[in-house]
């Protein structure tokens, strides 16, 4: 084995092995799963379609609750899984020195930032994939559920990299995270009003909650997909710009 | 193979309008335990951030295992081990499961581990999270992870801090070990005992420069003030030169029945820095 894959091998590991023993980290991936389960019974059981009369209205709104129940997963998983593990993880190998004593052993800050940033898209789509097995969804969604879902994280994942190496400890990543959660977050709010429906599906993650809404409604097309798509990418292609022009000199001021 | 492992050669470094390094300049040949001494603020941590590449120089030359500093590699820094001011380990892993992470890291067995365990006197807390350690416990955890793949060069700063004397005795005989082994150590240190103990050569550091360097005896000799206390029965305490005359004087007192002790005024180096410098450690 490449000293290379050696040793993101062993970050990996450490990563994982960490953030499983982290409260605050566990915390963020079970609190998507959580919202998941108790939308998923709190929605379901207030049996819209007969609370109007209109029985015909039930597929209608069980198709709604689906999309509300998995757009809330994903944005959750993306916010609370990648976001948060990342901007917070990396910020207190910062204040506790740990980061600089890896560097000292010999380790690349680039083994470093891929090791983390690996661990948080496993991460995300572990959470995601929880998310849809308590939503009740139908199975034929897992895998757009699960593709739209990693689209949706890479974007949320590099802005929440140079976040963390922004960051001087785990106070500023208090402060540095939150404008990222609430991009990985916003297509939950476009459900409160059309116009913020409107400006919030340009998110970095509103690409991605407009294919879900497409597939779980059984309209997704390769015309109707285009838009959010670009969308996704051209978040992704700006988050790497970001990234790249930023991270060498984040590393320097490091 | 160069038998020269370090050097600096006329290294000048400044932070905007402070110059704190000043035409550094020294060697450290391979087998050999070299310190770094001076006061808070001289140049120490900032000498070993330069030879580790945690900073860079404004001029003059540095050379690192028989290169100069700008050319060495990945693998070069493999055989390099560092225990910074700052090291730390992860607060969630057992102190083995740290310098295993390191290990793997440096490509060597898990099976050391449990040796440098037992070396650095923590065994039986082996499965001891690090946030549960005392700082004794973490320093010694850090320098077994710089450790763990028996480096040829080893840069330690203030290695012993925080270490009660029974650890910081175990440090000092694996540190002997290593050095019979042929690895460099290169150590920057408060402790002057330790200097004097661990050390073959000692650079004394001040604002920047090297004031001294040379083997610590030889340091003490040159700086001694070759004196003799007496104490006396009725004149109180004298103090004598080395001197023939002296020697006629303390003759005399011993006849007079008037000695009550006589010692040795042996400088160390603490003094020997005094004497260069005028400041205290």
Redesign the interface.
């Known amino acids: 084995m490449s000293p290379f894959l050696r040793k993101l091998g062993a970050l990996l590991g450490k990563d994982a092995a960490d953030l499983a023993k982290n409260p605050t980290m566990v915390l963020c991936v079970a609190l998507p799963v959580g919202f998941a389960l108790f939308y998923r019974f709190f929605l379901g059981d207030m049996d819209l379609g007969s609370a109007l009369r209109d029985e015909s209205a039930t597929p209608v709104v069980a198709s709604a609750v689906t999309y509300v129940v998995l757009s809330m997963g994903l944005c959750m998983s993306i916010g609370m899984g990648a976001s948060m593990s990342l901007v917070y993880g990396i910020a207190e190998e910062k204040e506790k020195h740990t980061l600089r004593t890896l560097m000292l052993a010999n380790v690349t800050a680039n083994q470093i930032v891929l090791a983390k940033g690996i661990l948080a898209l496993l991460v995300t789509v572990a959470t995601e994939i929880l998310c849809f097995l308590v939503s009740g969804a139908p199975f034929s969604l897992f895998l757009p559920y699960v593709g739209f879902g990693i689209l949706g994280a890479i974007a949320i994942i590099l802005l929440s990299l140079v976040a963390g190496l922004a960051s001087r400890d785990q106070m500023t990543a208090g402060l540095y995270s939150v404008p990222i959660l609430l991009l990985a977050l916003a297509p939950i709010f476009g459900s409160y009003s059309s116009d913020i429906s409107n400006v919030v599906r340009f998110a970095p993650t509103g690409g991605m909650d407009a294919l879900l809404h497409m597939a779980v409604n059984g309209t997704l097309t390769t015309a109707g997909a285009m838009v959010p798509l670009a969308t996704t990418v051209v978040w992704i292609a700006l988050s790497a710009l970001c990234f790249s022009l930023l991270y060498k000199r984040l590393l320097r001021d490091n | 193979m160069s038998s020269t492992v370090l050097s600096m050669e006329a290294v000048d470094l400044s932070f905007g309008p402070k110059r704190v390094l000043d035409g550094l300049t020294f060697s450290v040949p391979r087998g050999e335990a070299f310190g770094f001494l001076g006061p808070s603020g001289a140049g120490k941590t900032t000498t070993i951030k330069l030879l580790?590449r945690?900073l860079t120089r404004d001029s003059g030359r540095i050379s690192l295992l028989g290169r100069p500093i700008e050319n060495a590699t990945?693998a070069d820094?493999?055989r390099?081990g560092?225990l910074?001011d700052?090291?730390?380990?992860?607060?969630?892993?057992s102190i083995a499961?740290n310098l295993a992470?390191?290990a793997?890291?440096?490509?060597i067995s898990r099976g050391r581990v449990p040796y440098l365990l037992e070396r650095l006197g923590l065994a039986k807390d082996a499965k001891t999270l690090i946030k549960n350690c005392s700082k004794g416990m973490r320093q010694r955890a850090?320098l077994g992870?710089?450790l763990v793949h028996q480096p040829e060069l080893l840069f330690l700063d203030e290695p012993t801090s925080g270490l009660d004397p029974a650890a910081r005795a175990e440090v000092h005989k694996m540190l002997a070990e290593l050095r019979q082994r042929g690895t460099t150590v290169f150590l920057t240190t408060h402790d002057m005992a330790e200097a004097e103990t661990v050390c073959q050569r000692v650079a004394i550091i001040n604002d920047g420069a090297i004031v001294a360097c040379d083997q610590p005896e030889e340091l003490k000799l040159r700086y001694a003030r070759n004196r003799l206390t007496v104490r006396t029965r009725t004149r109180g305490r004298l103090e004598l030169s080395k001197s023939r005359e002296s020697a006629q004087q303390l003759e005399q007192l011993f006849a007079e029945n008037e000695v009550l002790s006589v010692h040795s005024d042996e400088p160390n180096l603490e003094e020997v820095f005094l004497e260069l410098t005028g400041r205290e450690f």
Request: cysteine-free; overall charge neutral; charged content about 25%.
């Open positions: 580790t945690q990945a820094y493999e390099i560092i910074s700052t090291s730390a380990l992860y607060d969630r892993m499961d992470l390191y793997r890291l440096r490509g850090a992870a710089a």
